[in-house]
């Protein structure tokens, strides 16, 4: 059976209306991988930005200055979210999050080559970092705690602690855990960071 002239008008609009839809999705799907990209694009000199700004610190001395790296890393955040639109990108607002994170990561990095060992970085929780990290000399101490679910317990039941009856209760409910807790912690505090950390003030020998 022939169609008339109105039915193949119908299925040409029809068809062209799904074409222009799915071009629209298409459109829609790489202006989302585009502003994801601008983004991680932006992150990866921002990390290159702070280690420059770390790199000059180990060279001449004095603390590193990441405000020029934060702002032109936020403003590149903020460019690649405004020429997506609003609700394209796959994560929003978020810039913030991001320079911690990457923040975070480079912090722990930059003492492996710059401090003989980790202690000696002026800050607890750099030489903390530092000794936990992939390779660093507690590594292996932190993840046979937090792998064993009895000393993620035990980590958990202390968190809310204010006093010593407290952690003595966890510690009796969880001793296994609190074994493999301790070795963790007097291999970051006493063997690895004893003056970053103040071993002595912790029970340190």
Do not use: W
Not at 70 to 87: H, P, Q, V
């Amino acid at each position: 059976m022939m169609m008339g002239e109105h039915g193949i008008r119908r299925v040409l609009l029809v068809v062209a209306s799904t074409l222009v839809g799915a071009a629209a999705m298409s459109s829609a799907a790489d202006k989302s991988a585009q502003c994801a990209g601008a983004k991680l694009t932006a992150a990866s000199k921002y990390a290159a930005c702070r280690l420059k700004a770390d790199a000059k610190v180990a060279k001449s001395g004095g603390s590193p200055d990441y405000s020029k790296c934060d702002t032109k890393f936020l403003k590149a955040f903020d460019r690649a979210e405004s020429k997506a639109g609003s609700g394209v990108c796959p994560s929003e607002g978020n810039g913030a999050a991001v320079s911690s994170c990457l923040g975070q990561v480079t912090a722990q990095c930059v003492p492996l080559v710059t401090v003989q060992g980790c202690d000696g970085t002026g800050s607890c929780d750099t030489c903390s970092a530092c000794a936990q990290a992939a390779g660093g000399p507690c590594a292996a101490a932190v993840d046979a705690c937090f792998s064993d679910p009895e000393c993620s317990a035990f980590n958990d039941c202390i968190l809310p602690c204010g006093d010593q009856a407290c952690f003595d209760l966890c510690s009796s409910t969880y001793p296994n855990g609190a074994s493999l807790y301790a070795a963790a912690i007097a291999c970051i505090y006493c063997d690895t960071c004893p003056n970053d950390c103040d071993g002595a003030s912790v029970g340190c020998p």
